[in-house]
C-alpha cells in the first residue's frame, strides 16, 4: 500500500535557492520529488475517499492588522475529525491501546522517507524511517504526519531526528507554501505518538519574515521581536544537524521544566537580512513555550497549536470566521501564552544553557 520509498541525499536533493515574489508565490517553475510524491498520493487518497470529508477550496482571508493572520473556515474538520485523546501530562507515556499510528489503514501511508549518505548509500533512516501518512481530518491542502519508526511507539516528545526530519523535509520542497509543525503533550496535541504536521498554505505569513533580537547567533538562536512571543532558529542546508541539536536542547530543557510548547518551521529569510524580504533559501523554526491545556479539547473552539501561533487561524464555524477581529485574536493567543516577566526569564535561562553546550 506504500506507493514508495523516498530516498533523499543532502547533497542532491535539497533546494538550495528559493525566493518568492511580492505575493509569496515561488519564482521557481520546478516542483521537487518531495512535493510531488505529497501531492500526488494526498490527492489520489482524496479521490479515492479515504479522508473523514473532502476537502475543497477553504474560504479565507487576511484579518486587517499588522499580524497579518490568515483565517480560513474548516468547519467539517470540527465536526468530524477523530475525537482528540485525553492528554493529562506533558511526560505522558505511550499506551498502546489507545489510537496510534500503527493503527491506520495502510492505505493511507504515502511514503517511506529514506536518507541517504553522502556516498549514495542508503543508512535506513534519519537514523530510523520516517512514514508518511496522510492526516484524514485535514486542515489544507497536503496535510500529513511525518511519523518516525512508527513501529518504536515514541511518545509525543521532540528527539533530535525528528526535528531533523522536518527542518530537511522544508529543504526538499521547492515551495515556499509548504510548512511542518509539532504540537507537544499539553498544547493541543491530539495523540501520544510522535508525530510532526506537513501541509501546504499558500499565504503568507509574518514569521517568515518577522524581526528577531539576537540571543546566541553562532547557534542560530533568537528572539521573536514580534507578536505573539517566542524563540527563532534559522539554519540553511548546511547547518542543519547542528540547529537541529540546539532545538533539541531547547525542547529538552522545557520537558523537564513542564512548560507545553510548539514548534513552526517555515522558508523564511535570513534574520540579519529582513532588507531582503524576498529570500526564501533557509528554514526558519519558531518555538513558543506557553500555557500548558490539559483534558480533551474543545472542537469547537479556536484552540491555540502550532497553526494559530504561526499566524494561520482555521476556524471551525461561520460565526466566529467572519466577526472576529486581529484584537480578538491577540486576546485568545495571548491568554495561551506565557506571561511576560516569566517568558524573559526562561528566555536568559535557555540562553545560559545553550552557552554551556
Known sequence: SVDCSLGFSVNQDFIQDVRVNTDNVSLSACKSRFDSAIQTGWTDRMERGLFRYRLGDLQTRVLPGTCGFVAQLNVKRGMERRKP?????????????QFNFNKVNPDEIIFEMIKESEDGHEIGSLPYKT????????????????VPDPARCFPQILTRPAIQVGIESVLLSSDPAFRMGFNSLGAFASVNHLHLHGYYLKHKLNIEYMSV???LPEKGFYALAGFPAGFLFYTESEGVKDVASAICHVT???MEANVAHNLFMTRGCPPCAEDDKLLRKGVRIAVWPRVACFGTKEESA???ALCELAGHLPFKN????????ESDVIETIQHYLLPHEDFLQLEKQLTQHLMML
Open 252 to 254: 529538552d530543557y522545557l
Open 318 to 325: 461561520k460565526k466566529d470566521y467572519e466577526v472576529n477581529t
Open 131 to 146: 512514514v508518511v501518512l496522510v492526516n484524514v481530518s485535514p486542515l489544507e491542502f497536503g496535510h500529513c504526519l511525518f
Open 85 to 97: 485523546q485525553e492528554i493529562l501530562s506533558i511526560q505522558q507515556d505511550f499506551n498502546a491501546k
Open 302 to 304: 479556536l484552540n491555540v
Open 213 to 215: 533580537r539576537p540571543l
